[in-house]
T-cell receptor
Framework: DGGITQSPKYLFRKEGQNVTLSCEQN?????MYWYRQDPGQGLRLIYY???????QKGDIAEGYSVSREKKESFPLTVTSAQKNPTAFYLC??????????????FGPGTRLTVL | GENVEQHPSTLSVQEGDSAVIKCTYS??????FPWYKQELGKRPQLIID?????GEKKDQRIAVTLNKTAKHFSLHITETQPEDSAVYFC??????????FGAGTQVVVTP
């Protein structure tokens, strides 16, 4: 799991601002994911990407955007359209999406707080 | 889509006792069921997983059982220790291979 990094660890945002969370992996994984975690809740999928230049919406994509220009990188932008963005954001990666490659490895997370 | 329910939400056990967490899933096509442990403020870590072609898997003090007919799977921790205190999440893959997570179980092991 040490092959996935996220930055920053803590992020403070004013209302109305867009912010971008970084996620990088050196595991040569094809699939990458973004999850949101709120207190007392499980992980909810925001976006995922199976290959470069392709990504799909997850269960709670509204107010978020992503890009996948490089295999190693999958940044998440939290836009001003996201009504309640304060949460712990986790990035993950896996060799592939289905079959034998489901094991997901998580980054250390970014805690976003809206002031 | 896949829906995963996890029980209990909190579990307090005495050190040395066993802990059992249960999950149910809805998608009969699910074929991969991992369990993650998350300590406070840390990333989730995979502790054990099971695929739909086996009914039970064990790794030292941790075991997972799967009942495909009933669509439920369970995590068993024996001889619990204080370092087992954490939040545990179950998950199930949907028909596309994405994971759907349960809401988590806060396990507290008291000495």
């Amino acid at each position: 799991d040490g092959g996935i990094t996220q930055s920053p660890k803590y992020l403070f945002r004013k209302e109305g601002q867009n912010v971008t969370l970084s996620c990088e992996q050196n595991l040569n994984h094809d699939a990458m994911y973004w999850y949101r975690q709120d207190p007392g809740q499980g992980l909810r999928l925001i976006y995922y990407s199976q290959i470069v230049n392709d990504f799909q919406k997850g269960d709670i994509a509204e107010g978020y955007s992503v890009s996948r220009e490089k295999k190693e990188s999958f940044p998440l932008t939290v836009t001003s359209a996201q009504k309640n963005p304060t949460a712990f954001y986790l990035c993950a990666s896996s060799l592939g999406l289905a079959g034998a490659y489901n094991e997901q490895f998580f980054g250390p997370g970014t805690r976003l707080t809206v002031l | 889509g896949e829906n995963v329910e996890q029980h209990p939400s909190t579990l307090s056990v005495q050190e040395g006792d066993s802990a059992v967490i249960k999950c149910t899933y809805s998608d009969s096509a699910s074929n991969y069921f991992p369990w993650y442990k998350q300590e406070l403020g840390k990333r989730p870590q995979l502790i054990i997983d099971i695929r739909s072609n086996v009914g039970e898997k064990k790794d030292q003090r941790i075991a997972v059982t799967l009942n495909k007919t009933a669509k439920h799977f369970s995590l068993h921790i024996t001889e619990t220790q204080p370092e087992d205190s954490a939040v545990y999440f179950c998950a199930a893959s949907d028909s596309w291979g994405k994971l759907q997570f349960g809401a988590g179980t806060q396990v507290v092991v008291t000495p």
